[in-house]
């Protein structure tokens, strides 16, 4: 069951900097930053991922507005919606300008609330301003010393997010897990040197990745998480998955990290396949498509490098959907991308079709659609006999779970290979045209009726 992280409030008087140390936190430019006062007006809230969990984030607008319009009343309201949700506090002040009256009345106010209260003095950039936090004017009755950082900079936002997290922790509110969370979480796996962390330089927009022509620069899982139209996405970048004899061989830090990758994958909601649209395919992209087969994860192939090929035209990507549909037919379901993550050409449509193989492997289907479905396809093909003298009848089909979808087939047989394999696969095949299935894996159990089996 996924958990909320908890939630950490930025408050504070306007135009100290908050909005800069949120984006800061988030590395991205998600808050708007101005330097006219007031800017912030609702509350804004995004995911931090520090010390390998999640914590999250609320930005505030000032709370020393005059509340002389329906706008400040609102901001105000806002502001003290986020303080009574939030499990810790933090008071941002200004560095540069000294404590203002303003101050002093919110540092009761907040000291009221009951909440874990850490200070922070933002726009610390020289040697003095850092010093001055000890000063008497910065002694806040019932708080402690501000934590002085500069967020323009980035310095010391490390120290804060320490002291956040071991404080979450004394208050029995840790961050949590990536995996715990109600995001989508998206692996990306590939050989070595195909392009994965370009991938998601791309898709963040910023060199926070690692990237090399050497093979297997990234060993160690790098999360990454993005909000999008209030959707989390958690992407995770994999090292490069070669084959087994060669990892065995390599050993230490190689196949350990391999072994990383096999359990990530099981964790994922999505992983995406990344292959190198300039080279053929080979032994190791067909070992990952068997593996991904049975991971349980729905899937991407992104045909990377998408730039190198030449004569690019709708006739080149359908010649090859179907190579790759002949070489790896284990994912035949899986749609096909083809981009750039070098010139980023096409990147930005990649998060429509996770959101459309998430959702395929989410779906629940009714008892009475599947029963007109095994009707209408029977009707179209009649059952085929497998290992047995009869052909079986086909009693019943039901949806028993989802992520991924898996299917009861009730037989009326006295074994259940009395149906034909190339049937069930016929089945398979029509539940996904009917359904509109693809990116997801999804499972067909053969079950025989109870009162035949006795």
């Not at 909320?4 to 930025?10: E, I, R, Y």
């Not at 991922?49 to 609102?74: A, F, P, Q």
């Not at 020289?126 to 010093?131: D, G, H, N, S, T």
């Not at 010649?319 to 790896?328: A, C, H, K, N």
Request: net charge positive; aromatic share 6%.
């Amino acid at each position: 069951m996924a958990q909320h992280p908890p939630v950490v409030a930025l408050i504070g008087r306007t135009n100290v900097g908050k909005s800069t140390i949120f984006n800061r936190l988030l590395e991205t430019q998600k808050a708007l930053v101005s330097d006219v006062a007031g800017t912030t007006r609702d509350r804004n809230e995004g995911d931090c991922l520090w010390r390998g969990r999640i914590i999250r984030l609320v930005d505030t607008g000032g709370m020393d507005v005059d509340m002389k319009n329906e706008m400040e009343v609102s901001i105000l309201k806002q502001s003290q919606f986020a303080i009574d949700r939030a499990d810790i506090l933090l008071f941002v002040v200004d560095a540069k300008s000294g404590a203002m009256p303003q101050e002093r009345a919110l540092a009761d106010h907040i000291r009221e609330s009951g909440k874990p209260v850490i200070v922070v003095a933002n726009k610390a950039e020289k040697v003095a301003e850092r010093l001055s936090v000890s000063n008497a004017e910065w002694q806040f009755p019932g708080l402690t010393e501000p934590l002085p950082i500069s967020a323009a900079r980035g310095n010391g936002l490390g120290d804060l997010l320490d002291q956040v997290y071991d404080k979450l922790e004394e208050i029995g509110k840790p961050a949590v897990d990536p995996f715990e969370t109600d995001a989508i979480k998206v692996a990306v796996i590939g050989k070595p040197n195909v392009g994965k962390s370009t991938l998601l330089n791309a898709i963040l927009g910023e060199e926070r990745f690692i990237t090399s022509p050497i093979s297997h620069t990234t060993r160690e899982p790098n999360d990454m998480l993005i909000t999008l139209d209030d959707k989390r996405y958690l992407f995770i970048d994999t090292a490069g998955m070669r084959k087994q004899g060669k990892v065995r061989k390599a050993g230490g830090l190689e196949e350990a990290a391999v072994r990383r990758n096999e359990h990530i994958v099981k964790m994922a909601d999505v992983t995406i396949l990344v292959m190198d649209a300039s080279q053929p395919i080979g032994n190791q992209e067909k070992t990952l498509a068997g593996f991904l087969k049975n991971s349980g994860s729905a899937v991407i192939i992104v045909a990377n490098k998408w730039d190198l090929v030449e004569d690019k035209n709708t006739t080149t990507m359908n010649r090859f959907r179907e190579y790759f549909s002949g070489m790896l037919p284990f994912l035949n379901w899986a749609p096909v991308m083809f981009l750039s993550a070098l010139t980023k050409q096409r990147v930005n449509t990649l998060f429509q079709q996770i959101d459309l193989v998430y959702k395929n492997r989410a779906i629940e289907i009714s008892n009475k659609d599947l029963a007109e479905f095994l009707k209408e396809v029977q009707t179209r093909h009649k059952p085929m006999i497998g290992k047995g003298k009869t052909v079986p009848k086909l009693l019943g089909f039901k949806q028993m779970k989802n992520e991924p979808p898996r299917f009861d087939l009730i037989l009326k047989a006295r074994r259940t290979d009395a149906l034909s394999v190339a049937y069930v696969r016929f089945l398979e095949n029509r539940l996904r045209e009917k359904f509109n299935l693809t990116g997801t894996p999804l499972r067909i159990n053969i079950r025989i009726a109870r009162a035949v089996s006795k």
